[in-house]
């Protein structure tokens, strides 16, 4: 049964519901993509997770930084480091970006 407070015909998030559509300030990936990261916008430093329980396999992130992830013979993501170092920041970003499964998780650390 169907709570009376819930609107059954309201668009939910991401329908067509007359907004403008979301981006991100880098553009659309070019493989998949990930809804759920939140860039960091400030300068501190990341750091990085990757969850083997939804990793795809699909290998962006190695693509995008290979000194960061690598995979395992099972094609799950590892991560080499979690800690970026700031030559690596724009490559952190870009593979939690390209990561088609949200696998890839970045957050600045305090
Ligand atoms: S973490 Fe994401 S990009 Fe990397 S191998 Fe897994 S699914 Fe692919």
């Not at 403008?20 to 750091?47: D, F, I, K, M, V």
């Amino acid at each position: 049964m169907v709570s009376p407070d819930r609107h059954e015909d309201a668009p939910g998030p991401g329908e067509a519901d007359g907004s403008p559509p979301q981006t991100t300030p880098r553009g659309p990936a070019p493989l998949g993509g990930n809804p759920s990261r939140t860039a960091p916008h400030g300068t501190g430093p990341l750091r990085l997770h990757a969850d083997t329980g939804v990793c795809a396999g699909a290998g962006q992130c190695v693509r995008a930084a290979p000194d960061l992830f690598d995979q395992g013979d099972d094609g799950l993501v590892v991560l080499l480091r979690a800690d970026v170092p700031e030559q690596a920041r724009e490559r952190a970003l870009t593979a939690a970006d390209w990561c088609p499964s949200g696998a890839v998780g970045v957050r600045e650390t305090p």
